[in-house]
């Protein structure tokens, strides 16, 4: 009999609330302002936001009722299914700008990609959980968690979708670690690594398609292609330092008002609200990411059991990697792989992700004060 010592309702720590719906409001607000043109017309993008928003709190409250423990139970069936759909995704998937990530379901489409986010941090917390490993992992221990990982991985990339994948893999190395590793793995692995990146850096390159490349080329000198792919992190560089001190203030960033800036609503949104925010503002939205983040290892460090501590870390991995990749990108301090900026960039599948991930937190949150499994 499962039972709490304390009431519910004041274990949801409404302070970590707060600090989401400030961020998501802020996107929001950002996504209206970055669609409004000249002509004082926004699009009704900033409406589906809110929809996909509104949706996102039911996943939310959904993810964060159910016991994580079921949750992990049916953990290795689930990826079985996201399996199956990543593979249904290259076979029959829907062709969207240069990539196949999507599968039709006639009333809206679904992105496997990002349930596999998901249903790896599942998989794993409940394999790492099973393992009591003194001295961390060896160097064989360490396959079965890697393979977990790398084959929705490798699917993944071969859509093409080198964010996503580069965030599958910050997610395992995150629980990995919290399970520990021995030295000899950590030599294991460097002197893999050696020996198979020329093999592994062939196969990658081989699988990106030809803007990508050119992402990662022109990263190291965006001014050698400054009107292609260069234009963005030129811009958006331009867009951020314009902001100064105190912002261009609300509706005043001209870089995407006037089109300079493309996919200031998506990927490149942080430097639309840093333009309009200035330093300040800048200052305030990552002081409330850090006050998520802070929530986020919190939970972790009090989590009743290991399994409900690897939830988190897992979320807290997907969460690092997502923004300091993403700000990165904006200052051209990271190249471009379309990784976008969480509960703020305009989209439904990351949306509904980040809060289902968010969700698994405060359900781990919720179960800190359970007497009895």
Known sequence: MVRLDKNRLS?????GLVAIGLIVTAGVATIYSA??????????????????????????????L????????????????????????????????GARR????GVFDVQPSELAKLVLILVLARYCSERHVRGGLGPTQLLAPLTLALIPIGLILKQPDLGTGLTLLAITLSMIL???????????????ALMLFPF??????NSLKGYQRNRLLTFVNPSSDPLGMGYHVIQSKIAIGSGGFWGKGFLGSTQSQLKFLPEGHTDFIFAV??????FVGVLGLLALYGFVLFWIMETAYKAKDREGAFLVIGVAGMVVFSLVVN???????MPVVGVPLLLMSYGGSSMLTVFAALGLVMNVRLRRFMLFY
């Open 178 to 192: 919290l399970v520990g590793i021995r030295y000899q793995s950590i030599v294991f692995l460097a002197l893999s």
């Open 66 to 97: 159910v016991d994580y423990h079921t949750l992990t139970r049916y953990a290795y069936a689930g990826y079985a299914a996201v399996i199956v759909l990543l593979v249904g995704v290259l076979l029959v998937g829907r062709v969207g700008m």
């Open 273 to 278: 609200f840093a333009e309009e925010w200035g």
């Open 102 to 105: 999507w599968i039709s379901l």
């Open 327 to 333: 700000i990165g990108m904006t200052l051209g301090m």
């Open 11 to 15: 274990s949801l720590d409404w302070k």
């Open 35 to 64: 669609t409004t043109h000249q002509t004082g017309s926004p699009s009704t993008l900033y409406l589906k936001q809110l929809a996909w928003v509104g949706m996102g709190m039911a996943v939310f409250v959904a993810a964060a």
């Open 200 to 205: 592994f850096w062939t196969l990658f390159w």
